[in-house]
């Protein structure tokens, strides 16, 4: 089943052009999107108050992934929940809510518990899961297979790229009523189009990941540095480190750089900035001046040829990555991430399918 590859997280990696290829099939149609799973919904939820995205490790990266484009397209407010922390607090969900729930499994014990109160609650469930027949797909109101193909190893890797990919035509099909963003929206669908093919060539960063990979392998930790439509990748990027390679990563966003993790800067901690083209690109350029004049070890991932754009000094190891349209660029930019993640796992000599203590499906609280 694993073909030519020695793990299933590879092979998982390695099949995101096709993975993302069967998460489109069928549903741009004529310039639009249709999500037949949600079609008889779109008026409930364009007339919600807010939109509760709610998930676990990955799936809930993948959400906050989606953030920024489904606000800017929809023009409803989203607020995020990690699902066991909603528990926690009990936290506020009404009937006028629409809680989208992202789950790989679709059996996520904490996402499944949330399911049931905001069920109680009133709001409509929307449910955005992989596995069809799951106890997420079959209990809430509604929602989107995400058709990423089974996913074996313990690390998500191409179901979190399907869920943003899901989740942005989730935002084309809800804001397809709204004229002003119809040429945003013919642009994010170009982009969605061309997106397989831009993933198959930031997959060609394999080998250089593996040398980046070898150049860490003795770290003690790995930040990573990002902000709007990347905070995510930051997240989910220190996510993949820390479970398979065992090595303490932190996902952080950018503009909170001053407010107290600039303390650890120095010459050995190694950090990767995120800082590929968008609106945030010269707030980026400034962060890494400042982490460069703490004489940060910078790694800077960027769009093809930024190099000197970004690291003007030459002093970085630079990632170029192909630009896509900038609420796509997540897609794309996870994944020299998650080909590090792997390597490092790989040299390191850990078990790279099933990390120590962890389980591909949490069942219990
Ligand atoms: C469906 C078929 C697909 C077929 C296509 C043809 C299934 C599972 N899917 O896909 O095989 O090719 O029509 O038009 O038979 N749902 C939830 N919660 C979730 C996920 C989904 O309630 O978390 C519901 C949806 O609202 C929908 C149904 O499950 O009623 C199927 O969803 P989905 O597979 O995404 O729908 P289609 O893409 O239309
Ligand atoms: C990370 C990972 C976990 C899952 C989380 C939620 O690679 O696999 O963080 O993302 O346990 O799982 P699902 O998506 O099945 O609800």
Do not use: W
Request: hydrophobic fraction near 40%.
């Amino acid at each position: 089943k694993k073909g030519s590859y020695d793990h299933y997280m590879q092979k998982e990696i390695h099949e995101q052009p096709h993975s993302l290829t069967t998460t489109m099939r069928g549903r741009l149609k004529d310039g639009g999107v249709l999500l037949g799973g949600l079609k008889e919904h779109l008026k409930t939820i364009r007339r919600c108050r807010r939109l509760v995205f709610i998930g676990c490790g990955t799936s809930y990266n993948a959400a906050l992934a989606a953030r920024p484009f489904v606000e800017e397209l929809t023009g409803i407010p989203v607020t995020m929940e990690v699902a066991s922390d909603l528990l926690d607090r009990q936290g506020p969900i009404y009937r006028e809510d629409t809680a989208v729930f992202v789950s790989q499994s679709g059996e996520t014990a904490d996402t499944l518990l949330a399911l049931d109160y905001a069920l109680e609650n009133g709001a409509l469930c929307v449910g955005i899961t992989n596995t069809v027949g799951s106890t997420l797909s079959r209990n809430t109101h509604c929602g989107v297979h995400i058709n990423a193909g089974c996913e074996i190893g313990v690390a998500s890797t191409k179901a979190y790229t399907s869920q943003i990919v899901a989740m942005t035509m989730m935002a084309l099909a809800v804001g397809s009523d709204q004229i002003s963003t119809q040429a945003r929206r013919d642009a994010i669908i170009s982009g969605l189009t061309s997106l397989p093919s831009n993933v198959s060539d930031v997959l060609k960063l394999d080998v250089g990941m593996k040398e980046l990979a070898s150049s860490l392998i003795d770290s003690e930790s790995l930040l990573v540095f990002g902000r709007g439509y990347n905070y995510a990748t930051a997240l989910e990027g220190a996510l993949k480190v820390k479970e398979v390679a065992l090595m303490h990563s932190e996902g952080m966003l950018a503009g909170e750089m001053k407010h107290g993790p600039l303390a650890l800067v120095d010459e050995n901690l190694p950090i990767i900035v995120i800082a590929t083209r968008d609106a945030c690109f010269s707030k980026q350029q400034s962060v890494i001046q400042q982490l460069l004049s703490r004489r940060g070890r910078l790694i800077v991932m960027c769009s093809k040829g930024d190099a000197s754009a970004v690291c003007p000094s030459g002093s970085c190891r630079v990632i170029e990555v192909p630009e896509v349209a900038d609420c796509l660029q997540p897609v794309v930019n996870i994944i020299p991430l998650q080909l590090l993640a792997y390597h490092l796992t790989v040299l390191r000599g850990f078990d790279v399918d099933q990390p120590r203590n962890l389980a591909k499906s949490v069942t219990t609280q």
